[in-house]
């Protein structure tokens, strides 16, 4: 499975946009870009996935490059409870049921 | 629907006892996986089912069982507790069609003294 690459933390202003990259230079022609949050002691949320195409729903919209290796998940207006460690998570068709968390990006959205 | 959900919220246990983590859903949902989470280390898969009477074990499995008899509940046993499992621990749900889309648990925040 492709490895994925993630700044450790970052900060964004409450009210913009929060753009949160992700690299994933060995992403294979099958493989899914996921993500997923996890606020403080809670348990994981999943957000959105994408193959090649950008995706949007309700929480957020991920861009994936044209070569696909690299994405970015944008919170269209972040607010203070989007405060949370966000996964980036690369899984093929036929992996191995397994969703491997790394240590992810711990965003902050200041007032 | 109540979505997934684990008992209990905590538990304190002594090195060597036994108990039970209880995960159950009524989503349907033929996947199910436990999880533990440790401080900077990101979460590890301990076992995971594809559906009833099916299990597997993940990256972590030693020290603990499971079973499945339901497609609903997914219980995870520490056969001998030991402080090194001392964690939290997540139960997760999915379709079978849409396995990396999970539902997560809120977690039992489990403590071996």
């Known amino acids: 499975d492709a490895k994925t690459t993630q700044p450790p933390s970052m900060d964004c202003a409450e009210g913009r946009a929060a753009n949160l990259p992700c690299n994933h230079s060995?992403?294979?022609?099958?493989?899914?870009v996921y993500w997923y949050r996890q606020i403080h002691s809670q348990g994981p949320q999943y957000i959105i996935h994408g193959l090649k195409n950008n995706e949007t729903n309700e929480m957020a919209s991920l861009i994936i490059t044209e070569d696909r290796k690299s994405s970015t998940l944008i919170l269209p207006h972040a607010t203070l409870r989007d405060t949370a460690v966000y996964y980036c998570i690369v899984r093929g068709v036929y992996g191995n049921n397994r969703l491997a968390f790394g240590k992810g990006n711990q965003v902050v959205v200041i007032p | 629907n109540a979505g997934v959900t684990q008992t209990p919220k905590f538990q304190v246990l002594k090195t060597g006892q036994s108990m039970t983590l209880q995960c159950a859903q009524d989503m349907n949902h033929e996947y199910m996986s436990w999880y533990r989470q440790d401080p900077g280390m990101g979460l590890r898969l301990i076992h995971y089912?594809?559906?009833?009477?099916?299990?597997d074990q993940g990256e972590v499995p030693n020290g603990y069982n499971v079973s499945r008899s339901t497609t609903e509940d997914f219980p995870l046993r520490l056969l001998s507790a030991a402080p090194s499992q001392t964690s939290v621990y997540f139960c997760?749900?999915?379709?079978?069609?849409?396995?990396?889309?999970?539902?997560f648990g809120p977690g039992t925040r489990l403590t071996v003294l």
């Open positions: 997760a749900s999915s379709r079978q069609g849409a396995v990396y889309e999970q539902f």
């Open positions: 060995t992403i294979s022609g099958n493989e899914y």
């Open positions: 089912s594809v559906g009833a009477g099916i299990t």
